[in-house]
């Protein structure tokens, strides 16, 4: 029962389909900087940095050594964006075809792509229909649909076109009531976050990465709890020391406004989120995302927090640097998301027995 992470970034999707129970046994992707903690996090799962226009489905069979149940995985989303200029001349667009044609080579029991909601535009969707076309007659495919993370219990509103495709040879087709039976209710901002102010510094250690334990006292919300270490430590939480004409305007700001200079939403206890954005690499000029603010100090969250409002545990790491950080988590499926996804797929499939994992 082996899955496939193509596009795998720093590994939100994997890390949905471990908490459902599955095996990642490969993951592929040409970003050495963006996919650089995934071999920390996924230790038994052998990553590949490999341009996926050029891969073939006989190369992975040959690197995984057994047939192949799933393949799973987000094409780059910014020739697609609707809050981009959705460049028809941006070569990462066909990467979306790729990944359909791989689907078509390793004929895996089922796939799931994650794109931005900008794929099913009037321009942008003869693009998304041709590339499914290369599968439609092998899966019963449902989608494009649009999940949103906050729906599954996220602490952030992040909502994602999905296309699944099941084997027509299965018992029976997915639907969308069998990935709604995991919806709850979703976190704020307080649960996910508030246990992480006056968190002590442990300093810089010889990975580069910022460490810090937890100290507040008392006891935290179930999904604080879910996804805190065991002993407390975490990485990632360097706060950015603004100016302090910047750290006044922001203090300023009332909690689910916005900063009307640099636009900055500022974030509310008992909200959620919005969707936290990647920004570019330095070959589309390294631009920064608009980053929220804390909903109680006069600065934008950090790596850490960000982390927490996306879903990731606070044994993820992501990279020392900051901006590389947000890179990762704006780019990422949310693993609460993902993790619906994937159990409702092993419950509908009957999957249950074949991976150890007595039916819910």
């Not at 066909?94 to 990944?99: A, D, E, Q, T, V």
């Not at 992501?318 to 704006?330: A, D, E, K, L």
Request: hydrophobic fraction near 40%.
């Amino acid at each position: 029962m082996k899955l496939i992470d193509l596009f795998c970034g720093c590994g939100g999707f994997s890390l949905g389909a471990h908490n459902a129970g599955f095996d990642v046994a490969a993951a592929f992707d040409i970003d050495a900087t963006l996919t650089s903690s995934f071999p920390v996090n996924f230790p038994k799962t052998s990553l590949h940095l490999r341009d996926i226009g050029r891969l073939k489905g006989t190369q992975i069979t040959k690197l995984v050594g057994s047939p192949i149940t799933g393949v799973f995985g987000g094409p780059p989303c910014q020739g697609f964006s609707d809050i981009g200029r959705r460049d028809i001349r941006d070569p990462r667009r066909k990467l979306l075809s790729h990944f359909f044609r791989i689907v078509s080579e390793l004929e895996p029991t089922f796939f799931v792509m994650e794109n931005v909601r900008g794929l099913v535009s009037d321009e942008s969707r003869k693009v998304l229909d041709t590339a499914v076309e290369q599968v439609a007659d092998q899966y019963d495919i449902l989608g494009p649909v649009i999940l949103d993370a906050a729906d599954f219990g996220a602490a952030t509103r992040r909502r994602r076109v999905f296309i699944i495709g099941t084997d027509k040879e299965a018992k029976s087709p997915l639907e969308l009531a069998d990935i709604r039976a995991f919806e709850r209710p979703a976190a704020t901002v307080k649960s996910a976050i508030a246990d992480l102010l006056e968190a002590e510094p442990l300093g810089i250690l010889e990975d580069e990465f910022d460490y810090w334990r937890i100290t507040k006292r008392g006891r935290p919300s179930e999904y604080a709890r879910l996804l805190r270490s065991d002993d407390g430590r975490f990485a990632g939480h360097r706060i950015v020391e603004h100016k302090a004409e910047v750290a006044r305007r922001f203090a300023s700001v009332v909690p689910g406004s916005t900063d009307p200079i640099g636009r900055h939403p500022r974030l509310t206890w008992d909200g959620q989120c919005p969707t936290l954005r990647a920004g570019t690499g330095a070959d589309k000029g390294s631009r920064q995302a608009v980053r929220p603010l804390h909903p109680e100090e006069p600065r934008v969250i950090t790596v850490r927090e960000a982390a927490r409002l996306q879903g990731f545990p606070d044994r993820h790491m992501f990279h020392p640097t900051i901006w590389h950080s947000f890179r990762m988590i704006g780019n990422s499926v949310s693993p609460i998301v993902a993790e619906a996804v994937f159990l409702a797929i092993r419950k509908k499939l009957g999957l249950d027995a074949a991976i150890g994992i007595a039916a819910e």
